[in-house]
């Protein structure tokens, strides 16, 4: 069982940590749409209610127009709060959530990566490809002025 590469549980763990935050995010969004929605019923009801009540109490036309015109100033006004409050709620939601993916997705890539160099000593058919990797990472952090061939390059 030499050839067999055996995937360990940070790397499950990392990935099941990124769903669930994922949906999480997908979660909040969904909870916040459905209070902004409520919030709209609620303004819907209360204009109904009182478009009814302006209906029975009012004596005359130009009384209905007054108490209607009140009432749909009150909408109006309610409906451009809500907005405010939804727009709002939206970008700080958007910001949170990008900030939290960002961050989740760092932390998932840091398990994944670190654990990717182990599992390639394991199979020897990944032998080379560590190798190489080796190199690459060797000649990332090598000093200024040398060359990949090792040649001193000439600074000014």
Same mark, same amino acid.
């Given at each position: 069982?030499?050839?067999?590469? =055996?995937?360990?549980?940070?790397?499950?763990? *990392?990935?099941? %940590?990124?769903?669930?935050?994922?949906?999480?995010?997908?979660?909040?969004?969904?909870?916040?749409?459905?209070?902004?929605?409520?919030?709209?019923? /609620?303004?819907?009801?209360?204009? *109904?209610?009182?478009?009814?009540?302006?209906?029975?109490?009012?004596?005359? !036309?130009?009384?209905?127009?007054? %108490?209607?015109?009140?009432?749909?100033?009150?909408?109006?006004?309610?409906?451009?709060?809500?907005?405010?409050? @939804?727009?709002?709620?939206?970008?700080?939601?958007?910001? @949170?959530?990008?900030?939290?993916?960002?961050?989740?997705?760092?932390?998932?890539?840091?398990? %994944?990566?670190?654990? !990717?160099?182990?599992?390639?000593?394991?199979?020897? =058919?990944?032998?080379?490809?560590?190798? !190489?990797?080796?190199?690459?990472?060797?000649?990332?952090?090598?000093? /200024? @002025?040398? *060359?990949?061939? @090792?040649? =001193?390059?000439?600074?000014?």
């Amino acid at each position: 069982m030499t050839g067999k590469s =055996v995937t360990p549980f940070e790397l499950f763990r *990392a990935n099941l %940590s990124f769903a669930l935050q994922a949906l999480s995010f997908g979660h909040q969004a969904r909870q916040q749409a459905c209070e902004f929605e409520m919030q709209r019923i /609620r303004r819907d009801l209360e204009a *109904a209610r009182a478009i009814g009540n302006a209906a029975s109490a009012a004596k005359d !036309w130009s009384a209905l127009a007054v %108490s209607w015109q009140t009432v749909l100033r009150d909408y109006m006004a309610t409906t451009t709060n809500l907005w405010q409050q @939804g727009l709002g709620a939206a970008v700080r939601l958007q910001t @949170g959530s990008f900030e939290g993916m960002r961050e989740a997705f760092a932390t998932w890539q840091a398990v %994944s990566t670190d654990q !990717w160099p182990t599992q390639a000593a394991m199979n020897p =058919v990944m032998q080379p490809w560590q190798e !190489w990797l080796q190199r690459v990472e060797g000649a990332a952090v090598m000093p /200024r @002025g040398r *060359a990949l061939g @090792g040649d =001193v390059l000439h600074e000014r």
